[in-house]
């Protein structure tokens, strides 16, 4: 008389893998939905997609996710916060990719940001993520950051350059040498191949392509960063980006800022056509 054995491990093994499965997707789908931030302004066109997804067209109120990779148009321009507070302003044909946001984003050691410019240009003042934590990536580049408002431009063949703003740039060439920004209004290049030269005026294209993000800034504007996020004192004129903290629970509207003149427990602290004073309040509807 045969005995026949089958392998008793053998249908276990099958609810293994499929259990792996059933985890691997998960993980895929909580990657695709991991919040990063949230569109204040969209001018002309602008996207995001993920890996093979369908691009998603971007608003004001759009959510971004962690993996998104955004562009913009011709004559296009983005400007969102992400949720640890910082800005970030796309200008036209750029290419930009949220690699790796923190769930916290609270300012410890535990938080990681892991920003990438493609192409085109951004201006941006960092949030409260820890600095040590945060990088961005460029063709040419890996920045590092110390309290940080600059601007980045990368041409079509790879070239970038990173203009310091305020605080302090750490630029570290792909292909070796290392400059740190210390003096605001001077910028660095890096080209394929080569290390982050000596700090410098600015490409004159490049000022005119980050003029059109932020046009009513001037070259001359000094910064200073704030509890709200950045005070720009442009020769006599003051002007404030609010940048107060993202809620805690992304597009909630319950945001922790407090406005000027009153208190945010307060339900009467913003007038009924304060615009400002709400905005502050609530960043993440207006």
């Given at each position: 008389m045969k005995i026949s054995m089958k392998n008793p491990f053998h249908r276990y093994g099958i609810l293994?893998?499929?259990?792996?499965?059933?985890?691997?997707?998960?993980?895929?789908v909580n990657a695709n939905t991991q919040p990063a931030g949230v569109v204040l302004l969209a001018n002309g066109q602008a996207s995001a997609q993920q890996?093979?997804?369908?691009?998603?067209?971007?608003s004001r109120r759009s959510d971004i996710y962690v993996g998104d990779r955004i562009t913009t148009g011709n004559?296009?321009?983005?400007q969102m916060r992400v949720k640890d507070g910082a800005m970030i302003a796309l200008g036209a044909n750029a290419e930009f990719e949220v690699k790796a946001y923190s769930q916290a984003a609270k300012g410890d050691k535990k938080d990681e940001a892991v920003l990438s410019l493609v192409k085109g240009g951004l201006r941006t003042i960092s949030g409260q993520i820890a600095k040590?934590?945060?990088?961005?990536?460029?063709?040419?580049a890996t920045l590092g950051i110390r309290g940080t408002v600059f601007d980045v431009y990368v041409r079509d063949g790879g070239s970038s350059i990173v203009i310091l703003r305020n605080g302090q740039v750490v630029v570290?060439?792909?292909?070796?040498?290392?400059?740190?920004?210390?003096?605001?209004?001077?910028?660095?290049?890096?080209?394929?191949?080569?290390?982050?030269?000596?700090?410098?005026?600015?490409?004159?294209?490049?000022?005119?392509?980050?003029?059109?993000?932020?046009?009513n800034?001037?070259?001359?504007?000094?910064?200073?960063?704030?509890?709200?996020?950045?005070?720009?004192?442009?020769?006599?004129?003051?002007?404030?980006?609010?940048n107060d903290l993202p809620p805690e629970i992304?597009?909630?509207?319950?945001?922790?800022?407090?406005?000027t003149g009153g208190s945010s427990d307060s339900g009467s602290a913003c007038g009924p056509n304060d615009l400002q004073c709400h905005c502050q309040q609530n960043p993440y509807q207006c």
């Open positions: 293994s893998a499929f259990v792996l499965a059933l985890a691997s997707a998960a993980l895929v890996a093979s997804d369908a691009a998603r067209t971007l004559e296009s321009q983005l040590s934590t945060y990088s961005m990536n460029t063709p040419t570290n060439g792909l292909a070796g040498g290392t400059e740190v920004l210390t003096q605001p209004g001077l910028g660095t290049v890096i080209n394929a191949g080569g290390a982050p030269t000596k700090p410098a005026t600015p490409p004159a294209d490049v000022l005119d392509y980050l003029r059109g993000i932020l046009p800034i001037p070259d001359s504007a000094t910064w200073e960063t704030t509890d709200n996020g950045a005070r720009i004192d442009a020769g006599g004129d003051v002007i404030n980006i609010i992304q597009g909630d509207g319950a945001a922790p800022g407090t406005p």
